[in-house]
């Protein structure tokens, strides 16, 4: 980046400032208008977005590259309270594949997500194959059940109790309990050297990935027993993902079809606030 990296065609340009409110520090007003005044720029493209009048260009983040958003429509807030309301975790799927086109449009959205100073980074690994599945199914199982029986923070962890069930569950009639047979998982994948920062970014644009699913008519679910295998870097794992050397799993979200609608929203604790 240069510090050149404004453009304002003059002609247009209203000097209303808002550019320069809206990214101070490093925007400023000159007597032609705004103009670049400290070279750091996150290429976040809030400048551009924000002028009323499409006078300001920015070669981090062009005009050309930026879409329209006239006539976009605002939900009102009991629908859009509904709409928050009705998302579920779906652990049921229907043995249905969901379209690889239909990923991709899930995905595009996910990535819209806000991060940190602009710093994204965030990449998708799609695993949709039936085989690929079971067996990380699998191997989930076989670290769950070495946690439990030799680590003590694992063993006396809140969910212990749980996860012994789920083992059981398991060995004893081979139900998928980490994925949930669910037709296809996406795993977030961040530099291993910004783990922390991508995987904020992934929480943020999992919950963009969980909300839009509704409106493809998909149902997905937090796949955290994958995450902490992961996370906890057991080789088995890492093997079946066969993933770049450079790259870490942030987390993990299962996709499919819902097997069930349900019909009712779920209550949640009470709100708890403070003022100041």
């Given at each position: 980046m240069t510090a050149n990296f404004i453009k304002v065609d003059q002609e247009t340009c209203s000097r209303c400032g808002i550019c320069a409110t809206v990214c101070p520090g490093v925007i400023g007003m000159g007597s032609n208008g705004p103009q670049a005044v400290r070279d750091l720029c996150v290429s976040c493209g809030?400048?551009?977005?924000?002028?009323?009048?499409?006078?300001?260009?920015?070669?981090?983040?062009?005009?050309?590259?930026?879409?329209?958003?006239?006539?976009?429509?605002?939900?009102?807030?009991?629908?859009a309270a509904g709409f928050l309301r009705s998302r579920r975790s779906i652990r049921n799927y229907q043995p249905k594949r969901v379209a690889r086109e239909k990923l991709l449009k899930l995905l595009d959205i996910a990535r819209m997500a806000p991060t940190a100073c602009n710093s994204q980074g965030i990449s998708y690994h799609v695993v949709d194959n039936p085989a690929i599945l079971q067996k990380i199914s699998a191997v989930v199982m076989d670290w769950?059940?070495?946690?439990?029986?030799?680590?003590?923070?694992?063993?006396?962890?809140?969910?212990?109790?749980?996860?012994?069930?789920m083992v059981e569950m398991y060995r004893q009639s081979g139900e998928d309990v980490v994925l949930r047979?669910?037709?296809?998982?996406?795993?977030?994948?961040?530099?291993?050297?910004?783990?922390?920062?991508?995987?904020?970014?992934?929480?943020?644009?999992?919950a963009y990935l969980q909300l839009f699913a509704m409106s493809l008519e998909l149902g997905t679910c937090w796949a955290g027993l994958f995450e902490y295998c992961a996370a906890s870097g057991y080789?088995?794992?890492?093997?079946?993902?066969?993933?770049?050397?450079?790259?870490?799993?942030?987390?993990?979200?299962?996709?499919?079809?819902?097997?069930?609608?349900y019909k009712r929203w779920v209550e949640r604790n009470l709100l708890q606030v403070t003022w100041q």
């Amino acid at each position: 980046m240069t510090a050149n990296f404004i453009k304002v065609d003059q002609e247009t340009c209203s000097r209303c400032g808002i550019c320069a409110t809206v990214c101070p520090g490093v925007i400023g007003m000159g007597s032609n208008g705004p103009q670049a005044v400290r070279d750091l720029c996150v290429s976040c493209g809030q400048c551009v977005a924000v002028c009323p009048t499409g006078a300001l260009d920015n070669t981090n983040t062009p005009l050309a590259n930026q879409v329209s958003a006239a006539g976009n429509a605002v939900l009102d807030p009991d629908r859009a309270a509904g709409f928050l309301r009705s998302r579920r975790s779906i652990r049921n799927y229907q043995p249905k594949r969901v379209a690889r086109e239909k990923l991709l449009k899930l995905l595009d959205i996910a990535r819209m997500a806000p991060t940190a100073c602009n710093s994204q980074g965030i990449s998708y690994h799609v695993v949709d194959n039936p085989a690929i599945l079971q067996k990380i199914s699998a191997v989930v199982m076989d670290w769950t059940e070495d946690q439990l029986n030799h680590s003590p923070a694992m063993a006396s962890a809140k969910y212990a109790p749980h996860l012994a069930m789920m083992v059981e569950m398991y060995r004893q009639s081979g139900e998928d309990v980490v994925l949930r047979s669910a037709p296809c998982l996406i795993v977030a994948v961040a530099d291993k050297h910004s783990f922390a920062t991508g995987r904020d970014n992934t929480y943020i644009s999992f919950a963009y990935l969980q909300l839009f699913a509704m409106s493809l008519e998909l149902g997905t679910c937090w796949a955290g027993l994958f995450e902490y295998c992961a996370a906890s870097g057991y080789e088995p794992l890492l093997q079946l993902l066969d993933l770049p050397e450079n790259l870490q799993v942030t987390s993990g979200m299962m996709v499919g079809y819902p097997q069930f609608t349900y019909k009712r929203w779920v209550e949640r604790n009470l709100l708890q606030v403070t003022w100041q």
